[in-house]
């Protein structure tokens, strides 16, 4: 009995574990996916902010297959009113203007 309750536990949070720290999100610090790139790591939902080589200094990104992800231009997904989201599919070959190297933080979802 005890033996089948464990296995039960680990059936419901094996996936999650699974599912836990994958490549989210390609960006680019130029725009049409050129320049050095950054891949975005982490949680489905998980807000991440760019490191510092990359803070301030993309163009342009392609969300994972699945995907859809959301860029902020400022630390920990702030200022909601203003956001830019792209695809998988290449929406996100330029950013707009007014978050075109200013993007510092990025959270993705399922598509
Ligand atoms: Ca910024």
């Known amino acids: 009995m005890k033996f ?3 296995l039960l536990a680990l059936g419901t949070t094996a ?7 994958m490549d989210l999100v390609d960006m680019w610090v130029d725009t049409n996916f050129n320049g050095p ?3 975005g790591r982490g949680d489905v939902g998980q807000c991440v902010n760019l490191p510092s080589n990359f803070n301030d200094n993309l163009s342009s990104g392609k969300a994972r297959p699945g995907y859809k992800c959301t860029i902020w231009p400022d630390a920990d997904c702030k200022t909601n009113r203003f956001d ?3 695809d998988d599919k290449g929406s996100g070959a330029s950013f707009p203007d007014w978050i075109n190297d200013r993007a510092s933080s990025w959270r993705c979802y399922r598509a």
């Open 15 to 21: 996936p999650a574990v699974l599912a836990a720290d």
């Open 84 to 86: 830019s989201s792209f």
């Open 4 to 6: 089948t309750t464990i």
């Open 37 to 39: 790139k950054y891949t």
